[in-house]
C-alpha cells in the first residue's frame, strides 16, 4: 500500500496535534499510512512525564501538555518537523527498530549533507559532538504510531535555553545552519522522505503533496 507524504507549511501545534489523534483512531487495516512535514510556530510541547521543571522560563511562547513519551522540547519556524503516521503491524516493527529507523533516516541526511550525526541509546534523537540535532518523541496506539521526528535546520536556539531540552541539564543544541549548511526545511523534506522510506520500508512514497497549494 502507498504511503502518502504531505507538506503541510508552518501549522499551529495544537491542531496539527488533535488531527493525528483522530486519523489514528479512525484509521483501518486499510488506511494508508501518511508522513507529514511541516514547521511550527514557537511553542513547547511536554510528553505524558514531563516534569514542569524543565521548564526554566517560557515567557510568552506557549506551553502544551501532549500525549508523546518524554521530556520538554521546543518547536519553531526553521525546524523540519515530520510526523509519522504509520500501521506499526503491517511494517512488522517494533518500537526499539522504530526509533532506530527514524533516526537512521536523519544520521543519513546528516552525512548526505557533510554531518557527522549519531543516536545516543539513552536518550533519542540525533547529536553532533554531544550537541542535540534532532529529537524524536513517539505515540502508540492501536498497533500504530504517531508522532515523529523534529530536525533544527535553520531556526534561533535561543528558546531552548529556557527549558532543559528532552530533561537533560545543560544539554547543548545546534542546528545545521550554524554547522555550516544552510537549507530551508521545505528543499530538505523530499530527501528527507527519501531516507525514511529506505530506514522503514516505506511503499511508494516518492513526492510530497502540498497541502498549501
Not at 532543559?164 to 544539554?171: Q, R, T
Amino acid at each position: 500500500m502507498k504511503t502518502i507524504a504531505r507538506w503541510l507549511g508552518c501549522v499551529e501545534y495544537e491542531p496539527t496535534w488533535r488531527a493525528m489523534q483522530r486519523f489514528n483512531e479512525e484509521r483501518t487495516p486499510e488506511t494508508a499510512d501518511e508522513v507529514w512535514f511541516l514547521e511550527h510556530p514557537p511553542v513547547y510541547t511536554l510528553g505524558m512525564n514531563a516534569d514542569r521543571r524543565h521548564v526554566l522560563e517560557a515567557g510568552s511562547i506557549p506551553q502544551v501538555a501532549i500525549d508523546r513519551g518524554g521530556q520538554v522540547t521546543y518547536h519553531g519556524p526553521g525546524q523540519l518537523v515530520a510526523y509519522v503516521l504509520l500501521d506499526l503491524r503491517r511494517l512488522s516493527l517494533g518500537v526499539r527498530p522504530l526509533v532506530t529507523a527514524l533516526e537512521q533516516a536523519l544520521v543519513a541526511l546528516s552525512m548526505e549533507l557533510g554531518i557527522t550525526a549519531v543516536p545516543r541509546r539513552d536518550a533519542p534523537g540525533v547529536y553532533v559532538d554531544g550537541a542535540k540535532l534532532a529529537s524524536l518523541g513517539l505515540r502508540i496506539r492501536r498497533g500504530c504510531c504517531y508522532h515523529g521526528i523534529a530536525l533544527n535546520v535553520a531556526m534561533d536556539l535561543e528558546p531552548f535555553s529556557r527549558i532543559n531540552p528532552c530533561g537533560l541539564e545543560g544539554l547543548s543544541v545546534v542546528d545545521f545552519a550554524r554547522l555550516g549548511v544552510f537549507q530551508q526545511p521545505r528543499l530538505l523534506a523530499p530527501r528527507l522522505l527519501a531516507h525514511l522510506v529506505d530506514t522503514l520500508n516505506l511503499k511508494g512514497a516518492t513526492d510530497l503533496i502540498d497541502s498549501n497549494s
